[in-house]
């Protein structure tokens, strides 16, 4: 397993955000609801790396009878991925809070 | 995996068999792989929609070739070290020699003969030098005292050490200008030969006064 560090990246975090918030998806649909935020030719990139970190975790989708082509992975947060972005937030709202008081 | 009813292989399916020759099971199993199934899925969702089909092949293609550009920055890209005796090395090695082959043709097509020779030379000689490092990491030049300088491509910015690293360096150096520039053979040759007699004869001078040149410093002397 990878190091976690004690940041969270701007991608990591919205990839771990729309995971928690709609539940397991494939890369594609990450893509598609991140508003142009991700793309097709990173996100697995940045799914492998948060995969060697323990932030998420994958399996392959079933393939249905009859169905073609190769299986999608389906990609869920681990319960790390899900206390770093709690964390993350909590932090990051804490930090906006002081720098304007 | 399985084909369409009508016999024919998925779009990237031969890009998957060269990419797990070429990359490691783990680079393939979460990257390459997941890739390839979004353009079959997308491909096979168009039905027999034709443009459709072609959009899916284009967004397709497009994020595995930047998937391919990637690979140089990702960490788990390379094989493992010890994967290096594995029987499918030989083959990696051999694509990836195929790839560049390749590359260079393309390169002559769309430039001139002799750019394809500077660059062949090139690769060669970065090669050499990649590959003697590796053995002998520990001769690896140390960068100068300098604490910052601006950044530039040039030959007076490398740091070279003396050794057979720095030799190749030269060498290689050498050819790729002669190969580009023909007619300065002559004088590169003439100056490589006053350039090692002076360099034989500063040693020797050295050799016999060995404190010249250093400054008055009486805690360096002593």
Redesign the interface.
């Known amino acids: 397993m990878g190091r976690v560090t004690g940041t969270l990246p701007a991608k990591e975090e919205l990839i771990l955000d729309l995971l928690v918030s709609e539940g397991p998806m ?3 649909a990450l893509v598609e609801q991140s508003d142009g935020a991700l ?4 996100v ?2 940045t ?3 948060m ?2 970190k323990g932030l998420v975790e ?1 399996e392959q989708e079933p ?1 249905p009878p009859g ?7 389906i990609y869920r947060p681990t319960a790390l991925g899900t206390r770093m972005l709690r964390a993350w937030t909590a932090f990051t709202r804490e930090l906006a809070w002081g720098t304007k008081s | ?5 009508d016999g024919r292989r ?1 779009p ?1 399916t031969t890009l ?1 068999t060269i990419a797990s020759w070429m990359f490691s099971e ?2 393939v199993s ?2 390459v ?6 353009l ?5 969702a168009s039905g027999s929609n034709r443009v459709g089909r072609l959009r899916a092949l284009v ?1 397709g293609y ?6 391919m ?2 690979v140089p920055l ?3 890209a390379a094989p493992e070290r010890d994967a290096d005796a594995a029987p499918g090395f030989a083959v990696r090695q051999f694509a990836g020699g195929v790839t560049a082959l390749a590359l260079l043709f393309c390169a002559g097509a769309l430039f001139d003969v002799s750019a394809v020779i500077l660059m062949a030379a090139g690769a060669v000689c970065a090669v050499a030098i990649h590959h003697w490092y590796e053995r002998h990491p520990l001769s690896t030049a140390a960068p100068s005292d300098m604490p910052w300088r601006p950044p530039q491509i040039n030959f007076s910015s490398m740091d070279v050490a003396g050794n057979v690293g720095g030799l190749i360096f030269v060498v290689g150096s050498l050819l790729v200008v002669v190969l580009g520039v023909p007619f300065l053979l002559t004088i590169l040759m003439a100056g490589a030969a006053a350039g090692c007699l002076l360099a034989w004869r500063l040693a020797a001078w050295y050799r016999r006064h060995p404190n010249a040149g250093l400054p008055e410093n009486l805690i360096v002397l002593r």
């Open positions: 494939h890369g594609l793309k097709r030719g990173t697995y990139v799914l492998g790396r995969e060697a994958s393939v169905g073609i082509g190769l299986p999608r992975r | 995996m399985t084909s369409p009813d998925l990237g998957l783990q680079f979460t990257v792989h997941p890739t390839i199934a979004d079959q899925s997308e491909f096979v967004r497009s994020a595995f070739w930047t998937v550009l990637h990702t960490q788990w």
